[in-house]
Structure formats: structure tokens, C-alpha cells
């Protein structure tokens, strides 16, 4: 059977890693969370200095993007983790502080071109699920199978806030859900690549399924793709 490509797209916290994780190992396909290099480029500017709560000097963002080696391994229990220059950073990027960062990150033409040459390059033999925001509209844009996944606000929120309560942070609710609509209004409206569905994409409102049902929903329409090529 011919291996395809799966462009997996849509808002923050709608639960579009877990529907591509899932379809990629059930696939034996590559996995690849484009979200997590845009959350390691922030972190990296971060950490030099380059980057505070209402400025990010893109000079030296810029000079230095070439020295940015992001790359992912799998460890033991199965769970594939985020490497920045060889450096398991999985758990720093999931914080809010560089949620926020990457967002802003993500605004800059010059990391978005960066970062998308890279994820052509991990594609070019197929066989891979890669989720973010602009898979399938810039990265594989001729991408075999769209998926656009959505859900509510409120219950992305409130996934998002059950997330960062088992990492040991305690935001409120309130915080969390302003933070989604600030994400979403960000993502959307941004110059650069904005967060949009593709017209050959197909929507997936999961506010009201379960995870068992969205996952079966999606390898069904794997199956039918690879299946008829
Ligand atoms: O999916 P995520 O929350 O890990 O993504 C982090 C940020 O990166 C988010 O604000 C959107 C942005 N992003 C993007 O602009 N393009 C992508 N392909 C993936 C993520």
C-alpha cells in the first residue's frame, strides 16, 4: 500500500496531538508536532535574553535561528519527547510562559520559513501525521488526507487547564480560558500563515466526542485514503 501524507490542523488545545499520536501509531507512521518546534524556538530565545513578556529582538533571533537543532526520540514508555540541540526540553516547552512564546514566535515570517523547510524535509518519504496550524494549507498543501479539528473554547480550556494541573501548575480557569481566545485571535489574525481551514479539509467538532470516537472516526478516513490512494 502507498504510504500518504496527513496534514492534521486547528485551534490550541482542541486535542489535535492526540487524534495524530494515536492515527501514527496505529499507522506505524512518523509523528511530527510542529507546535512543540515553534514552543523550542521560543524557549531558545528565551533563554539567551532575546525574548521578554513585550519584546523579542529578532536580530539576534535571526543570526542565530541556524544554530537551532530541534529533534525528537522516543523514550521508553513510548512517549516521543522534544530534543532543543540535543537537550530533552519536552517539559519546559509545555509550560504556559512558553505557550505564550511560541505564539508570538510563530508570528515571524523568518522562523515560519525556518521551521517549514525543515518539516517538508522530515515528509518528502510520506508516511507521516504532522500536526500544527498551517500543514495543510503551507507545509502539504497537496497532502492526501486534511483533517481541521476543532472544539469549543470552553472545553478546550478546560482540557488545557486539567493539562497544566497535572504538570503542577494551579491557573484558574478564567486564566486559562483567556488565554485560549488570546492564542486563538493570535493564531488567526496573524500577517504570517494564519491559522485557516483548508478548503480540501475536513472538519472535526470534538467538543461533544470522546477520544475512543474521534480516533476511530479519523482511521477510518486514513483507511479509505490509503486504501484508494
Ligand atoms: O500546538 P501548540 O500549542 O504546541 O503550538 C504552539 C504555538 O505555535 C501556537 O501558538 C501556534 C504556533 N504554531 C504555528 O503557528 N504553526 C504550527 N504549524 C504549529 C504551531
Not at 2 to 9: E, S
Not at 18 to 26: M, P
Not at 90 to 118: C, P, T, W
Request: with cysteine; proline share 2%; glycine share 6%.
Amino acid at each position: 500500500m502507498k504510504k500518504i501524507t496527513v496534514a492534521i490542523d486547528g485551534f490550541s488545545s482542541c486535542g489535535k496531538s492526540t487524534i495524530a499520536k494515536s492515527l501514527a501509531r496505529q499507522t506505524g507512521y512518523i509523528y511530527v508536532d510542529t507546535g512543540a518546534m515553534y514552543r523550542a524556538v521560543a524557549l531558545f530565545a528565551m533563554e539567551n535574553g532575546w525574548m521578554t513578556d513585550n519584546y523579542i529582538d529578532t536580530a539576534q533571533l535571526q543570526k542565530h535561528l541556524s544554530q537551532i537543532q530541534i529533534s525528537f526520540k522516543t523514550n521508553e514508555s513510548g512517549i516521543q519527547e522534544t530534543y532543543l540541540n540535543g537537550k530533552n526540553v519536552e517539559q519546559e516547552i509545555r509550560s504556559l510562559k512558553v505557550a505564550n512564546g511560541a505564539s508570538r514566535i510563530s508570528a515571524l515570517g523568518f522562523v515560519r520559513q525556518e521551521l517549514v523547510k525543515q518539516q517538508q524535509l522530515m515528509g518528502i518519504g510520506k508516511g507521516i501525521v504532522m500536526d500544527g496550524r498551517d500543514i495543510g494549507t503551507v507545509v502539504f498543501p497537496r497532502a492526501d488526507l486534511k483533517i481541521f479539528v476543532t472544539a469549543r473554547p470552553e472545553v478546550r480550556a478546560l482540557r488545557r487547564m486539567k493539562e497544566l494541573q497535572a504538570k503542577g501548575e494551579n491557573p484558574t480557569f478564567e486564566q486559562v480560558l483567556a488565554n485560549v481566545r488570546e492564542r486563538d485571535l493570535r493564531d488567526t489574525t496573524r500577517t504570517e500563515s494564519p491559522l485557516k481551514q483548508a478548503e480540501d479539509a475536513i472538519l472535526i467538532d470534538n467538543s461533544n466526542m470522546t477520544i475512543d470516537e474521534q480516533q476511530k472516526l479519523v482511521l477510518n478516513l486514513f483507511n479509505q485514503k490509503e486504501i484508494n490512494g
